[in-house]
């Protein structure tokens, strides 16, 4: 039977880069993944040019019942961190907004890298591998993988979270958890678009593809100014992927559809410049035009010219335009969620380590446990800190 110092599961972000540091570290590392090449998430990461990491990473862009948890990884291996490594493969980069950076060329260098990383540190990755059953006895673990079984001193979970099962996402991580006696939280889909109830939905069809800037806000009081597009399932982009990991069923989120304008000041100033200008046509200076037509049919901008526009008016406009009350029908779930809430509680973890408190040599890294960044490479930053903090574990034993 095959003995390594470690198996990792997974060959996602956090997997790949643990089973090359370890590995270079002097390990014998196996690195295990069900699908027939490495990384596919990350090919399909910021539009196939993968935002890699943000300049702005801080603990406070990422969900977990214990805030604090993810402190000391992200403080161990830093965005320059990686950005080094980066630069090292001679991998171009750009930052797009926001702090954040993606490659000029393509994800695939990301994947390549991890793989070169991967080589030097004389990793044995095993692809198309299921694993059928783990045991733990005084001798270490015991994975039987495909009929074949191998024997490990430390077994490290990298399977990731729930979204996207089409790139070949499981369960897995969670059962393991459960079957070591760990706690998981309750999971949900994580930056994810927004669907709306039919009456709302149809009233909005004529949107579909237009983008806005906008604030939005969750009933916890979390804000987030990026822009809005309206889909014809309902609302996506940024702003909504992001808040979309602080809201919950039943609850609102409220909208301002013109961010960087104090809208009724400037209808007073438009009114006393220009008395005769439509209401449509000013507001058109501030909003998209398919968006006026659809409020107009709503019969939410009347028909008149800035004179005749009353304060009653004027107020309930600025109202529908900058807090805009919606109450999403629900998400569009893992089947395109960037991301899965919650997962293996981090209580159960050190936050040094990475390791089960009660199991020794047992591992849980990346996205399998409750912490989750925010849109804009913070996930990919906590599947490279929290890979760190472990294969650093794997190094000092
Ligand atoms: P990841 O999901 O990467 O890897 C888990 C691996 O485990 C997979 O290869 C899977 O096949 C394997 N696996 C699962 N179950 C298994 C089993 N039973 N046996 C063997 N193997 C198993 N983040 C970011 O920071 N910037 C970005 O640009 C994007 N963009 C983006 C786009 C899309 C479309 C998605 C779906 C997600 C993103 N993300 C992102 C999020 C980011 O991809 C995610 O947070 C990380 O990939 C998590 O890394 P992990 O290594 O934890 O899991």
Not at 12 to 35: H, K, S
Not at 94 to 102: D, I
Not at 251 to 265: A, R
Request: aromatic share 8%; proline share 4%; hydrophobic share 40%.
């Amino acid at each position: 039977m095959e003995r390594f110092d470690a198996v990792v599961i997974g060959a996602g972000a956090a997997g790949m880069f643990c089973a090359a540091m370890a590995g270079q570290a002097g390990r014998r590392v196996l690195l295990v993944d069900n699908g027939k090449k490495p990384g596919r998430k990350i090919l399909m990461s910021g539009g196939g040019r993968c935002n890699f990491t943000n300049l702005y990473v801080e603990p406070a862009a990422y969900l977990s019942q214990n805030r604090h948890f993810c402190k000391s990884a992200l403080a161990r291996y830093t965005q320059w961190d990686f950005i080094d490594l980066v630069n090292k493969h001679g991998i171009a980069w750009h930052e797009k907004t926001l702090g954040q950076l993606f490659c000029d060329d393509s994800a695939q260098q990301i994947v390549d890298m991890l793989v070169a990383e991967c080589e030097k540190g004389g990793v044995t990755t095993r692809l198309r591998s299921e694993v059928l059953e783990v045991s733990h006895d005084e001798n270490g673990y015991n994975l039987v993988l495909n009929g074949d079984t191998v024997r490990a001193d430390n077994l490290v979970i990298a399977s990731g979270g729930l979204s996207m099962p089409g790139l070949g996402a499981t369960p897995f991580g969670y059962k393991i958890a459960e079957q070591f006696g760990l706690k998981v939280l309750p999971t949900r889909a994580g930056l994810v678009p927004f669907t709306l109830h039919k009456p709302l939905l149809e009233q909005l069809q004529t949107l579909s593809g237009v983008s806005v800037a906008s604030t939005i806000t969750a009933e916890d009081g979390t804000v987030f100014r990026e822009n809005l597009l309206f889909t014809h399932r309902g609302l996506s982009g940024p702003a909504v992927l992001q808040i979309s990991s602080y809201w919950r069923p039943g609850e609102y989120v409220t909208v301002n559809l013109v961010p960087d304008c104090d809208l009724e000041s400037f209808l007073d100033e438009q009114r006393a410049a220009h008395p005769n200008q439509s209401l449509k046509n000013t507001l058109a200076m501030q909003l998209p035009k398919r968006l006026i037509e659809c409020l107009q049919l709503l019969g939410q901008i009347p028909d008149v010219t800035l004179k005749q526009l009353n304060t009653r008016e004027q107020n309930a406009l600025v109202d529908t335009l900058t807090q805009w009350r919606v109450q999403p029908n629900g998400t569009e779930g893992y089947r395109t969620a960037e991301v899965t809430l919650g997962g293996v509680d981090t209580d159960e973890l050190s936050s040094r380590t990475m390791e089960a408190r009660n199991v020794p040599g047992l591992y849980f890294i990346g996205e399998v446990m409750d912490v989750t960044g925010w849109l804009g490479g913070y996930n990919f930053q906590w599947a490279w800190a929290s890979a760190w903090a472990c294969a650093q574990a794997l190094s000092e034993k």
